[in-house]
């Protein structure tokens, strides 16, 4: 029978499970993780620079190119010109203008087919060298797929502001975002899985490793919710914290009939639950925060409560400054740093998991 830990005991030292090869395949995920957190934060910039919809074709293998003539350049320029954006926000952008934002979203493009590659062509070798075994393959093979899949949510979700209304549609938003970050989680876990292996801590009690899935979920959550806020522009009106036109329960929350559709396109609504989910999250991780502290993974849960109060504190100054582009960014990636932590305490915590 495995020792349960009680006390407040150091936290071990990792050796790297098996041989070399899982090193180097933890190595490569952990670097996948970086490439989509940067994904994260290069689409966020492009989304509050409003740059996301200069770019009106989608060429999954030729795109790569950026325009290298005069004529390259009039071309994207003039379809341009034919999206509602230009039409009803931007009309009269010179040729000069829309290279500025142009150049933001061809970034993010390709940033997305370099992460593409960076997964690509690793699993490719390691696969025909026999590093990784079949189980594995098929595994990352999936996780091929579902970043396929990210790229084309991601041109629906452009295509969404490119038919008769200049904006994104807040759902395809909130899909590409959360993708992202599920992206995020499946890479992050394996890269653990193969650089930590079986080795959690185990605790005095299993109710911290469901407290951990509880936390994470929540976190996901306002995600999701995030996201919305975003898709509607809602962050750049009820400017004030932590009263919303003078009030703690704003007028207005349901106006829109069936009820239950105010909590993803009332702006209001919208908002206000983003604030009531970020204070019921920050209450239940100081809940977690206090029944971890006797456990071995107290350094961890510090590290938890200190990101939240980053991410929190991030968030009410990006509402009362009406969503500056650095405080928005970095709250932004604050929330994937946040979730990245929760997933760690959820690998550690496993109790005789299988970590492959």
Known sequence: M??????????PTYDTVGNSNNRKIAVWLFVCCFMVAMMVGIGGVTRLTESGLSMTGWKPV??????????????????????PEYKHINYGMTLDEFKGIFRLEYIHRLAGR????????????????RVIDKKLALKLTGVLFLGGFQAVVGWLMVSSGLKDTPHVSQYWLAFHLCMAFILFAILFLMGLGRYMGNKQFLTSSKGIKKFSYFVTALIFVQVFWGALVAGLDAGLIYNTFPLMEGAIVPKGLFEVEPWYINFFDNVKTVQF????????????????????????????????????????????????????????????????????????????????????
């Open 273 to 356: 639950t983003h604030r009531c989910i970020a204070i019921f999250l920050s209450l239940v991780i100081v809940a977690f925060w206090l029944k971890a502290r006797r456990t071995p993974i107290y350094k961890v849960s510090d590290l938890l409560l200190f990101i939240l109060i980053i991410q929190f504190t991030l968030g009410v100054l990006t509402l009362i400054h009406v969503v500056p582009i650095p405080l928005a960014s970095a709250h932004q990636m604050a929330a994937l740093a946040l979730f990245a932590v929760s997933l760690y305490i959820n690998y550690i915590t496993k109790i005789n998991g299988n970590s492959n």
């Open 62 to 83: 030729t795109g790569w190119l950026p325009p290298l003539t005069q004529n390259h350049w009039l071309e994207h320029y003039e379809g341009y010109r034919k999206s």
């Open 114 to 129: 370099i992460t593409g590659l960076v997964f690509f062509i690793p699993l490719v070798f390691f696969i025909y060298k």
């Open 2 to 11: 495995a020792t349960i830990v009680n006390n407040k005991s150091k936290l």
